[in-house]
Nanobody
Framework: EVQLVESGGDLVQPGGSLRLSCVTS????????MTWVRQSPGKGLEWVAG????????YYADSVKGRFSISRDNAKATLYLQMNSLKPEDTAMYYC??????????????????WGRGTQVTVSS
């Protein structure tokens, strides 16, 4: 059984930082390009960042470029998202998912092969 388990979400003040983790199991992690997406109430699924299977290339949405950093540890089958300079508009449920589609942006989590239950990030003073 494939499992993706996100953690690290929290309530943080604007300008603060968080590091999200996604521990996977039952998945040939090193074979997959991986991605982080987010969803807030009343909004659609928003792609945040993606990373190649070997970590060699990373990709970011314009809204997070320069503030967020995606990385992975294939030995630990774990995906990370370092989030700095957080803004209230970053408030959302964050999900890791596989695979990362480079040529289109899924509108629902079900468009991915695998996804986790999410971790809540709230940015508020």
């Amino acid at each position: 059984e494939v499992q993706l388990v996100e953690s690290g979400g929290d309530l943080v003040q604007p300008g603060g930082s968080l590091r999200l983790s996604c521990v996977t199991s039952g998945l040939t992690f090193s074979a997959y390009d991986m991605t982080w997406v987010r969803q807030s109430p009343g909004k659609g699924l928003e792609w945040v960042a993606g990373i190649d299977s070997d970590g060699g290339n990373t990709y970011y949405a314009d809204s997070v470029k320069g503030r967020f950093s995606i990385s992975r540890d294939n030995a630990k089958a774990t995906l990370y998202l370092q989030m700095n300079s957080l803004k209230p508009e970053d408030t959302a449920m964050y999900y890791c998912a596989a695979p990362f589609y480079k040529t289109f942006r899924p509108r629902t989590l079900e468009d991915y092969n695998y996804w986790g239950r999410g971790t809540q990030v709230t940015v508020s003073s």
